[in-house]
Nanobody
C-alpha cells in the first residue's frame, strides 16, 4: 500500500480557486491510479476525479467537470486537484485515494480504492 497525505484545503469565497495536493510515500507511486473523493456532512463519500498512473487518462464527476482538473507528477510522488469556480456545494472534506487496478470510467467507487489519506477540509462561502 501507499501512504497519502493531503494538503491545500481552506476557506474560499464562491467563485474562487484552490489547489489540493496529495503527497504519497513509497517508490511505487507511479504504479497507482489516483483519485479524489469528497464527503460533505451527512452525505456519503463521493467520487470527484481520477487519473491513470501515466496521467494520460482522467475522469471527472459531472458536478465538477469543466471546473476541476486532476494532474500528477510522478517524479514528486504527488497528485493535484485544481479547483476553480468553486461553489458552496463544493464544501466537503476532500480525500486522496490510490488504486492498483487499471483505471477506467467504471473505477470510481470507494471500494475500488485501497489506500486513503486523512482528508483536507474545503469550505466555500457564499
Amino acid at each position: 500500500q501507499v501512504q497519502l497525505v493531503e494538503s491545500g484545503g481552506g476557506l474560499v469565497q464562491a467563485g474562487g480557486s484552490l489547489r489540493l495536493s496529495c503527497a504519497a510515500s513509497g517508490r511505487t507511486f507511479s504504479r497507482y491510479a489516483m483519485g479524489w473523493f469528497r464527503q460533505a456532512p451527512g452525505k456519503e463519500r463521493e467520487f470527484v476525479a481520477a487519473i491513470s498512473w501515466s496521467g494520460s487518462s482522467t475522469y471527472y464527476a459531472d458536478s465538477v467537470k469543466g471546473r476541476f482538473s486532476i494532474s500528477r507528477v510522478n517524479a514528486k510522488n504527488t497528485v493535484y486537484l485544481q479547483m476553480s469556480s468553486l461553489k458552496p456545494e463544493d464544501t466537503a472534506v476532500y480525500y486522496c485515494a490510490a488504486t492498483s487496478s487499471p483505471l477506467s470510467a467504471s473505477i470510481k467507487a470507494v471500494p475500488d480504492f485501497g489506500s486513503w489519506g486523512q482528508g483536507t477540509q474545503v469550505t466555500v462561502s457564499s
